[in-house]
């Protein structure tokens, strides 16, 4: 059974920081593509970052000088730290991993960033 398990949401003021995880279980974790996307409430689901198998990466342009992706292929975990958070960071963050025509994906972790 696959399993993308996220953690690290939270409440945190604006300007804090915050490292999210998502831990997979059931798959060939680094054959994976890996990404990580959000959710405000009434709006549609976004990219994030994107970290491939080799490790290139990818990241919204919006986002880009705030947001790390990063992998351990040894702890089948996918990463994503944010910095300088704002309150138009608030979403729920959810990991995917794909292959080919595989993808899946998690629940999703709440981020909320207010004062």
């Known amino acids: 059974q696959v399993q993308l398990v996220e953690s690290g949401g939270g409440l945190v003021q604006p300007g804090g920081s915050l490292r999210l995880s998502c831990k997979v279980s059931g798959i060939s974790f680094r054959n994976y593509n890996m990404g990580w996307y959000r959710q405000a409430p009434g709006k549609q689901r976004e990219l994030v970052a994107t970290i491939d198998d080799d490790s290139s990466t990818t990241y919204a342009d919006s986002l880009k000088g705030r947001f790390t992706i990063s992998r351990d292929n040894a702890k089948d975990t996918v990463y994503l730290q944010m910095n300088s958070l704002k309150p138009e960071d608030t979403a729920v963050y959810s990991c995917?991993?794909?292959?080919?025509?595989?993808?899946?994906w998690g629940q999703g972790t709440q981020v909320t960033v207010s004062s």
């Open positions: 995917n991993a794909k292959l080919a025509w595989r993808l899946y």
